[in-house]
């Protein structure tokens, strides 16, 4: 059997090496700190596994790249940090609409507009969620260290695999470029979700929209087989375009609920000391290392903290939330934004006026001194 192999890499080679690992086969890029070094080692790694690379223009014909390379049947990837996500959200919510399984690396900075670029953020939460127009669904993934990385990319691309949907991987600065251990482990020790292609042999049979049973739209590689409509226009089974209300409501009704009512299936999380926690911080993203340092501390001093730490940040796992937190006395939410984490969380818990923030936005790290400052107010609130 293949023995694991163990490396010390950068957060963005590990996501890199997950790629690999899940049966990457095209990427299409443009270079923007902090994700640039995604793009350097595919240049070099994806071809030697057999791979395509393309540096493209631009963000706009990067995503565009690689939704046309799924439709083909390949697994695909693209890279960019803030100003090039806000470029990508058309191209995303095509991909939302014609269901196209793709994964989008956003390795944050501070924003917005040109903002931060060599600093951390995780301001990108919402974007990722409504950065598109319209009513949709949407995945987003995070990880606070490098062996988590590398599962919740593998994780990404079953993802979108299974529910031809595209994934957003939400890393952030600091965890693109920290180095630490990276176990790698032997193929199959992961199970990987392949493309679910059709049975349907060539002719008029095939629907390219239309679910089966479990939910799952079976594909067939375009330029191949069977030939068949794709558009961002609301469409019907066949893939047409189609403003008939019930033909609208339906597909709109499908994209939504493939993801809402399999939120449970793709919620992760980690959670440490939770059982007799009277205080819980909530964090995510490398803002997580420094809550799990605190907890730590404290619980030496004998002080009953908790740590709860998101992995699935979209769909939010609004349930775990509520369940995790019930008991809690207090709830910290810890993150390097405005609070956007925060809203989600006060949304979820029973006692809205129990959760509080500790953040921070001038792109440094949030350290653990600056949740202790945030702890003692509210300790001397007598909270």
Not at 277 to 300: D, E, F, Q
Not at 322 to 340: F, L
């Amino acid at each position: 059997m293949e023995e694991p192999t163990t490396r010390f890499v950068q957060g963005n080679e590990a996501c890199v090496e997950a790629a690999l690992y899940a049966g990457l086969e095209f990427f299409a890029g443009y270079p923007i700190t902090p994700s640039t070094e995604v793009a350097e080692h595919l240049a070099i790694r994806l071809p030697q596994a057999g791979g395509r690379f393309i540096q493209m223009e631009d963000e706009i014909a990067s995503i565009c790249a690689i939704v046309g390379a799924s439709l083909t049947g390949h697994k695909v990837m693209t890279a960019t940090s803030g100003p090039g996500f806000s470029l990508m959200q058309e191209g995303l919510g095509y991909a939302v609409m014609a269901e196209i399984p793709c994964v989008i690396v956003n390795v944050q900075r501070g924003g917005p507009s040109t903002g931060n670029p060599t600093h951390v953020s995780q301001g990108d939460v919402f974007q990722a969620r409504w950065g598109t127009h319209g009513d949709h669904a949407i995945v987003a993934m995070t990880a606070s260290n490098h062996q988590d990385l590398f599962d919740v990319t593998v994780e990404a691309f079953n993802i979108a695999e299974t529910f031809r949907t595209p994934v957003i991987l939400l890393f952030d600065e600091v965890i693109g470029h920290m180095r630490e251990k990276l176990v790698i482990p032997p193929a199959g020790k992961i199970p990987l979700v392949e493309r679910l292609r059709t049975s349907v042999k060539g002719g008029v049979d095939y629907h390219p929209y239309l679910p089966r049973e479990d939910g799952r739209l079976p594909m067939s590689d375009f330029g191949g087989e069977h030939r068949y409509n794709v558009t961002g226009l609301f469409h019907d089974m066949w893939g047409f375009p189609s403003n008939n209300p019930q033909v609208v409501h339906g597909l709109l009704r499908h994209l939504v609920d493939k993801i809402q009512n399999n939120a449970n299936r793709m919620a992760r999380y980690k959670e440490y000391y939770l059982k007799d926690a009277r205080t819980i911080l909530v964090s995510y993203g490398s803002s997580a290392r420094s809550a799990l340092h605190v907890v730590k501390n404290r619980r030496a001093r004998g002080e009953r903290l908790g740590l709860l730490e998101l992995q699935t940040l979209w769909p939010f796992p609004e349930h775990i939330v509520r369940e995790k937190c019930e008991t809690a006395q207090n709830v910290v939410v810890v993150e390097m934004n405005m609070g956007q984490v925060l809203q989600l969380v006060k949304q979820a818990v029973d006692d809205p006026d129990k959760v509080f923030l500790a953040n921070r936005v001038d792109g440094g790290l949030i350290t653990p001194t600056d949740i202790r400052n945030i702890l003692r107010l509210i300790q001397g609130k007598g909270v």
